[in-house]
């Protein structure tokens, strides 16, 4: 169930890439609600080689681990479409593959928010990466 919190975290991930889009350089916002009820929020980094960009989940991230104490609830990353496309809404995105393994590491508790054909839905991490390795 999608709650007036979700709809404000999504609202601070659109609000910071709509603050720091750059063509090229940030097109990802992502925004971390904590358990106190606090927000925090990023963009990434996007590198001329792509293999040294940041997604903007693993950027908030670590600064909640480095800035608070709070565990992580919810967390949603948007997309800022290119200039020269159509369809200017910014709408929620998957994680990727490596941010679902560093969500699901610091946060396993937490819940990511999506959006499928502009449905909003809150999905448990661990339901985004089923059979998740473990050193044990």
Known sequence: MITSDDLELMEAARHIIKERYVDGKHHIGAAIRLMNGEIVS???LEAYIGRVSVCAEA?????V?????SAIDTIVAVRHPAEDESNQ???AVSPCGICREL??????????????EGVIRKVPVRTLLPLKYHRE
């Open 65 to 69: 681990k480095s800035h608070h104490t």
């Open 89 to 91: 809404i910014i709408r």
């Open 103 to 116: 969500i699901s590491d610091f946060a396993p508790a937490c819940n990511v928010l999506l959006e499928d």
């Open 59 to 63: 950027i908030a991230i670590g600064i």
């Open 42 to 44: 990023a963009v990434h």
